[in-house]
């Protein structure tokens, strides 16, 4: 099985995309998805965004965390956004790892990863077997952006000037899809990667490469129980 990354910018459509994944059967794992569930309340992550940021980011009446409280706290602070970044990251990939190797065991051929942040983190890049990016013109992001978020044209381009350019990100790429036209066009760009991805082979050799480790390492442990066994026998 091998990985595959879906990115861009915020707000030019990534999740029409993966949904044309998964309505053809491919397993997506949404970061985004994740990152809500780690922030439950009660759960440690919970614990420690409290403990470093206060009750000022949680509603009051349900204790989950405010989303938009804690945006506007950090937005313009880098040095907490790093922390949050440090607090809820680790737990984030750890979900990510145990959904990836559910899907290994269930015979899944490749795997769609949902990750907002794949360039600017750089964490999970190197795991990536073909990246796509999914891009719009600039003007329909940041109409999309400031219909969404509610927000002003001015906090709007703060958001995206935070991220690293779509044409970066686009020519770091296997793939891109160009996400301004209409969703018939997303779609049928979309459709043409997914053919792409199911003709490739390589899930074949990831997992040969997987078989064989695991079976040198068993042929290794049972030489060593076997001379072990051997050497109390003798004496």
Not at 26 to 53: M, S, T, Y
Not at 198 to 213: C, E, L, P
């Amino acid at each position: 099985m091998f990985l595959v990354a879906l990115t861009g910018g915020i707000a030019t459509g990534k999740s029409t995309v993966s949904k044309v994944f998964r309505e053809n059967g491919v397993p997506v794992i949404d970061a985004d998805a994740i990152a809500r569930l780690v922030v439950e309340p009660g759960k440690p992550v919970w614990h420690k965004i409290k403990a470093a940021f206060g009750d000022s980011v949680f509603h009051p009446d349900s204790g989950e965390l405010n989303r938009e409280m804690l945006g506007k706290l950090i937005f313009d602070d880098v040095e907490k956004r790093r922390l949050l970044n440090e607090i809820t990251h680790p737990a984030i990939h750890s979900v990510i790892y145990k959904e990836v190797i559910k899907y290994f065991f269930l015979g899944h051929n490749f795997v769609v990863l949902d990750l907002p942040l794949l360039f600017e983190t750089g964490v999970m890049l190197n795991l990536m077997h073909k990246i796509i990016t999914v891009t719009c013109e600039e003007d329909i992001q940041l109409t999309r952006l400031m219909d969404r978020n509610h927000l002003s044209e001015a906090d709007a381009k703060k958001r995206i000037k935070q991220q690293m350019p779509l044409e970066q990100k686009c020519s770091q790429s296997h793939f891109v899809v160009e996400n301004s036209g209409t969703l018939q066009d997303t779609e049928e760009q979309t459709i043409k990667i997914l053919n792409v991805l199911q003709d490739s082979n390589q899930h074949w050799k990831i997992r040969g490469v997987i078989f064989a480790t695991a079976a040198i390492l068993f042929s290794s442990i049972a030489w060593v129980l076997n001379y072990k066994y051997k050497f109390i026998s003798s004496n």
